[in-house]
């Protein structure tokens, strides 16, 4: 079993869908949560950052982590074809340092006009 | 410049050739790391350093070979590469040990196709 599950798509949407993109993990000890987006030819940059279980909102964006489920979640809301891009997840148990990151395999969206 | 950025964009080599993939980072950041994405899979890191020094080898074949001058520049150097290492490279950068989850940085990668 893969540490960190992600369905890789691809998912695509019309344009103001709300978007649900998901991962499940099995080790327990991870604390912090992230999310990484990547548009075509370019590297991941961090869209979303969250610690311990709960909601975490920026914008249009909300990402939700339930630790007794060992799920998290990002949702998009109006996507927009902008928002076109493959979404990874990653987590770790510390904060201290990005080398314990695990990633996820990526969910590719595309959001249609 | 700013941010991290990777030289060359793209890179075709031969088995036999040996070749060079450069990443400077202009963050300021105290970690650089090498990772590899294929296809389908989640990222692998593969090297890091901290402050020049290796602190992590991910069991990587010795046909890749780090090297990191100063904690700004990292270069991962190449030699008699397998066509299953075709994938793109990324370099990234980290302020290691703030304890404020030590976001990476990336660079846009170096796509590498071995024939």
């Known amino acids: 079993q893969k540490e960190v599950e992600q369905d890789p798509g691809p998912l695509s949407v019309p344009e103001g869908a709300i978007v649900s993109l998901n991962c499940t993990y099995s080790n327990s000890a991870f604390q912090y949560f992230m999310w990484y987006r990547q548009y075509s030819r370019k590297g991941p940059e961090l869209l979303m950052y969250?610690?311990?279980?709960g909601n975490k909102e920026d914008g249009r964006f909300t990402a939700q982590v339930d630790k007794s489920s060992k799920y998290i979640s990002l949702f998009i809301r109006d996507s927009q074809p902008s928002d076109s891009a493959t979404y990874l997840c990653?987590?770790?148990?510390?904060?201290?340092?990005?080398?314990?990151?695990?990633f996820g395999s990526g969910t590719q969206l595309t959001v249609l006009p | 410049e700013t941010g991290v950025t990777q030289t060359p964009r793209h890179l075709v080599m031969g088995m036999t050739n040996k070749k060079s993939l450069k990443c400077e980072q202009h963050l300021g950041h105290n970690a650089m790391y090498w990772y590899k994405q294929s296809a389908k899979k989640p990222l692998e890191l593969m090297f890091v350093?901290?402050?020049?020094?290796?602190?992590e080898n991910n069991s990587v074949p010795s046909r890749f070979s780090p090297e990191c001058p100063n904690s700004s520049h990292l270069f991962l150097h190449l030699h008699t590469l397998q066509p299953e290492d075709s994938a793109l490279y990324l370099c990234?950068?980290?302020?290691?040990?703030?304890?404020?989850?030590?976001?990476?940085?990336f660079g846009n990668g170096t796509r590498l196709t071995v024939t």
């Open positions: 350093y901290n402050f020049k020094e290796q602190t």
């Open positions: 990234a950068s980290s302020q290691d040990g703030t304890g404020d989850g030590s976001p990476l940085h």
């Open positions: 969250t610690y311990s279980s």
């Open positions: 990653a987590m770790s148990p510390s904060s201290g340092s990005a080398r314990q990151l695990t």
